[in-house]
T-cell receptor
Framework: KNQVEQSPQSLIILEGKNCTLQCNYTVSPFSNLRWYKQDTGRGPVSLTIMTFSENTKSNGRYTATLDADTKQSSLHITASQLSDSASYICVVRVSGGYNKLIFGAGTRLAVHP | DTGVSQNPRHKITKRGQNVTFRCDPISEHNRLYWYRQTLGQGPEFLTYFQNEAQLEKSRLLSDRFSAERPKGSFSTLEIQRTEQGDSAMYLC????????????????FGEGSRLTVL
């Protein structure tokens, strides 16, 4: 069964600190993996897309890693800001077909001053 | 604003009533998707359109749900005889699938329509 699991479920950190969110997936055949940021009551916004051959990709203070062998990805946030408070959703695309996406439940991040 | 637009943003209705949500995708995007998201969960796929053709429907899309994209542009999602379990955020997303070349499948989401069924 295609699944995406994220940990932790929720996380509280202080402003300025770093954090790492985890994503494990059992999706086959694999096409790509994305991380989305979703503010409360808003739609998800893409942060990164990583293909099978990419190990790391950065977008400002966000750095995503992918280990296709162990089927794990992480999202590292550096020097957190209050505006980073949101849910971070890991999404894996199934290769072929209509762009079928398997969504994780998300990690709810709260950045406190 | 050239992003995905959804209306209404919030809808409160009584059980048994019908509701309709509208999605206006990014203008040149040929694919349009509907998802449902409940609190603390990731979005769940409902259905998608390639231009005006509805090509895939999830088992989640019961007989009370119907979606259309009559001219291949905007889409509507109607829920008939709403139930309390229908309370959720309904998200629309669109993407451009090129006729040739790589398809990254990048989805652009709207802000969602939050439904509350009393």
């Amino acid at each position: 069964k295609n699944q995406v699991e994220q940990s932790p479920q929720s996380l509280i950190i202080l402003e300025g600190k770093n954090c790492t969110l985890q994503c494990n997936y059992t999706v086959s055949p694999f096409s790509n993996l994305r991380w989305y940021k979703q503010d409360t009551g808003r739609g998800p916004v893409s942060l990164t897309i990583m293909t099978f051959s990419e190990n790391t990709k950065s977008n400002g203070r966000y750095t995503a890693t992918l280990d296709a062998d162990t089927k794990q990805s992480s999202l590292h946030i550096t020097a957190s800001q209050l505006s980073d408070s949101a849910s971070y959703i890991c999404v894996v695309r199934v290769s072929g077909g209509y762009n079928k996406l398997i969504f994780g439940a998300g990690t709810r991040l709260a950045v406190h001053p | 604003d050239t992003g995905v637009s959804q209306n209404p943003r919030h809808k409160i209705t009584k059980r048994g009533q019908n509701v309709t949500f509208r999605c206006d995708p990014i203008s040149e995007h040929n694919r349009l998707y509907w998802y449902r998201q409940t609190l603390g969960q990731g979005p769940e796929f409902l259905t998608y359109f390639q231009n005006e053709a509805q090509l895939e429907k999830s088992r989640l899309l019961s007989d009370r749900f119907s979606a259309e994209r009559p001219k291949g542009s905007f889409s509507t999602l109607e829920i008939q005889r709403t139930e309390q379990g229908d309370s959720a955020m309904y998200l629309c997303a669109s993407s451009l699938v090129p006729t040739s070349g790589a398809n990254t499948g990048e989805l652009f989401f709207g802000e969602g329509s939050r439904l509350t069924v009393l």
